[in-house]
């Protein structure tokens, strides 16, 4: 059965700096989603990674992809108030299984 | 990307009765899936929605618990059945878009609430 983790669960930053999340995943996938989730809302897609070693950048936010650790970063740059919200990784293989979530606070 | 729209966006519902959840795409659609989401948790699976027949269920939920219709490319319903308390939660609908990009796309979500 695919697992799909993320860390840490909840991360707590002040605005400026930087940090990064894992999600680490259990079997062979290829294909690996990052959404935002902000509270009593809908998800919105950020990412789609497709193969080994993809990057990708989206103003201060950078997932990248290593499919034989599998793992997948999400790296926050210089963090804002804005970027709050809860950030899921998704691993599809058939269907698409989602991680645990890790809830992002920026404080001042 | 796509527009989901699912109706209602809210519920508050008697235990041992029923709700259908439905959801509309505005783009043609290749997979429709549902989702459900308990407070602060993340995502699971209930089923996939095939057109024309049966859904596909995850293991943990079955058809006469949640039955799932799909009568045509872009339209879906989730029925929660003989609802109890421990049904509460936020039902996601979610899309993959015929010639788009490789990306499930969700919806508001229904929120659910069993007394």
């Known amino acids: 059965e695919l697992k799909v983790e993320q860390n840490p669960l909840f991360l707590s930053m002040q605005e400026g700096k930087n940090y990064t999340i894992y999600c680490n995943y259990s079997?062979?996938?290829?294909?690996l989603y990052w959404y935002r989730q902000d509270p009593g809302k809908s998800l919105e897609s950020l990412f789609v990674?497709?193969?080994?070693?993809a990057v990708k950048q989206e103003g201060r936010l950078m997932a990248s992809l290593d499919t034989k650790a599998r793992l997948s970063t999400l790296h926050i740059t210089a963090a804002v108030h804005d970027l709050s919200a809860t950030y899921f990784c998704?691993?599809?293989?058939?269907?698409?299984?989602f991680g645990t979530g890790t809830r992002l606070q920026v404080f001042p | 990307s796509a527009v989901i729209s699912q109706k209602p966006s809210r519920d508050i519902c008697q235990r041992g009765t029923s709700l259908t959840i439905q959801c509309q795409v505005d783009?043609?659609?290749?997979?429709m899936f549902w989702y459900r989401q308990q407070p602060g948790q993340s995502l699971t699976l209930i089923a996939t929605?095939?057109?024309?027949?049966?859904?596909?269920?995850e293991s943990g939920f079955v058809i006469d618990k949640f039955p799932i219709s799909r009568p045509n490319l872009t339209f879906s319903t989730l029925t929660v059945s003989n609802m109890s308390p421990e049904d509460s939660s936020i039902y996601l609908c979610?899309?993959?878009?015929?010639?788009?990009?490789?990306?499930?796309?969700f919806g508001p979500g229904t929120r659910l609430t069993v007394l």
């Open positions: 998704a691993v599809y293989t058939d269907k698409l299984i």
């Open positions: 929605a095939n057109q024309g027949s049966e859904a596909t269920y």
């Open positions: 979610s899309a993959v878009i015929a010639g788009g990009p490789d990306t499930q796309y």
């Open positions: 990674l497709l193969s080994n070693g």
């Open positions: 079997t062979t996938s290829d294909r």
């Open positions: 783009s043609q659609v290749t997979m």
